[in-house]
């Protein structure tokens, strides 16, 4: 079965530090891939995704991904956090078979604290 | 103004009565989920409906049924038979191009409490 591996479950950062978290997948085959965060209080927002071409993905507010196919991973890295940035973030893989479905498959999310 | 809309935002329910999640979208997608959100355990799929009038279940189904009548409506019941209903329940809902590559949207969410 198709998992999803977030292996940081809480990151406490200083402002302006870099961020990176991690997410690995476990499917060989096609793989949409997405990080989506929770703010508090907000609902669940897409901050980005791949789906084909270039495997270095820019979203908003500053965030980026990167998919190394080979190491099966999908990481979202920002050079410079914010306050604002305290959030749940999700990894999220959508795999096909055979273009039967749709379903995400989440990782159990990373609790971001920044401080000021 | 488009989106999914989630009512009522918190629910309490006794033990043993059924409970029924209101979504809608007027994003005229073809496709609708259902998730709950339990802490540590991320999202995990419930039910989801690729079109009118069809759904499958999902990776915990068990103790909830759905119905897809309208394109912008899915409603989720969670019976008296789910054995720790107490969650967040998030609804989800995406164009259903399964070809390319598809994104969900997510709406805000109901919190469910069973006393």
């Known amino acids: 079965a198709q998992s999803v591996s977030q292996h940081n479950h809480h990151v406490i950062l200083s402002e302006a530090a870099s961020l990176e978290l991690g997410c690995n997948y476990s499917y060989g085959g096609t793989v949409n891939l997405f990080w989506y965060v929770q703010y508090p209080g907000q609902h669940l927002q897409l901050l980005l995704k791949y789906f084909s071409g270039d495997p270095l993905v820019k979203g908003i507010k500053g965030f980026e991904a990167e998919f190394i196919k080979s190491k099966f991973s999908f990481n979202l890295r920002k050079p410079s956090v914010q306050w604002s940035d305290t959030a749940e973030y999700f990894c999220a893989v959508n795999a096909y078979y055979g273009g039967a479905t749709n379903k995400l498959i989440f990782g159990t999310g990373t609790l971001l604290a920044v401080q000021p | 103004d488009g989106g999914i809309t989630q009512s009522p935002k918190y629910l309490f329910r006794k033990e043993g009565q059924n409970v029924t999640l209101s979504c809608e979208q007027n994003l005229n997608h073809d496709a609708m989920y259902w998730y709950r959100q339990d802490p540590g355990q991320g999202l995990r799929l419930i039910y989801y409906s690729q079109i009118v009038n069809d759904f499958q279940k999902g990776d915990i189904a068990e103790g909830y049924s759905v119905s897809r009548e309208k394109k912008e409506s899915f409603p989720l019941t969670v019976t008296s038979a789910q054995k720790n209903p107490t969650a967040f329940y998030l609804c989800?809902?995406?164009?259903?191009?399964?070809?390319?590559?598809?994104?969900?949207?997510f709406g805000p969410g109901t919190r469910l409490t069973v006393l």
């Open positions: 989800a809902s995406s164009i259903g191009d399964r070809g390319a590559g598809d994104t969900q949207y």
